[in-house]
């Protein structure tokens, strides 16, 4: 079973420019997590798709963050146009079926995409 | 709002030894779950161990278990018999039971270093 991927595995633009981040989920799972990680600091919480529904986008740092999930199966995650704060590592994860009141499943990683802004 | 802390920003520990590293966690929930997360040089981040809060036995995966002491707040991972392989960036992730809410939050993470 493929794991969740992502594309590109680096990204070097300058400020102002666009760029486009792709998530590929664990084929049928439902929830697309995006996350990232500045240097050094924690991981945080971007957004939530639920199928093709962002279900929590409470974490998207500002409008220039536009994330799309089309028919429920890959996402992407665009910048436009992109600030020096904006570098950092994007993750991306799946999980099956979070809305278990008691259950809550894995949520599985990407390898990330390192964006670097200039 | 919930936090992560980590206040081991690396460590390092002979092959074959022991090493614990911390966690701790601030929330005013009942109900949750703790996670640890690895991440090695290059390789994509996966779910070491999990614990549910509500569960007073602590969770055990082969070498790793945790100490969970939910009074204080604590969650910290040990792993016995360190191994090359578990060279890799640790994760301390906690996650509200609460319906709808999937979300993880992070702390900033603890490099481990296994020295042969």
């Known amino acids: 079973e493929a794991g969740v991927t992502q594309f590109p595995s680096h990204s070097v633009i300058e400020k102002g420019q666009t760029v486009t981040l792709r998530c590929d989920p664990i084929s049928g799972h439902d929830n697309l997590y995006w996350y990232r990680r500045v240097m050094g600091k924690e991981i945080k919480f971007l957004l939530h798709?639920?199928?093709?529904?962002?279900?929590?986008e409470s974490g998207m740092p500002n409008n220039r963050f536009l994330a799309e999930r089309t028919g429920g199966t890959y996402s992407t995650l665009k910048v436009q146009p992109a600030e020096l704060e904006d570098s950092g590592v994007y993750f991306c994860a799946s999980s099956q079926d979070g809305f278990g009141a008691l259950i809550t499943d894995t949520q599985y990683f990407g390898p990330g995409t390192r964006l670097t802004v200039l | 709002a919930q936090t992560v802390t980590q206040s081991q920003p690396e460590m390092s520990v002979q092959e074959a030894e022991t090493v614990t590293l911390s966690c701790t966690y601030d929330t005013s929930e009942n109900n949750y779950y703790l996670f640890w997360y690895k991440q090695p040089p290059s390789r994509q981040m996966i779910l070491v161990i999990r614990?549910?809060?509500?569960?007073?036995q602590n969770a055990t995966e082969n070498r790793f278990s945790v100490n969970f002491q939910k009074a204080a707040k604590s969650f910290s991972l040990k792993i016995s018999d360190s191994q090359l392989g578990d060279t890799a960036m640790y994760f301390c992730a906690f996650k509200i039971t609460y319906f709808g809410n999937e979300k993880l939050t992070f702390g900033t993470g603890t490099r481990l270093t296994i020295i042969p």
């Open positions: 798709f639920v199928k093709e529904s962002k279900q929590d």
């Open positions: 614990q549910e809060a509500y569960k007073q």
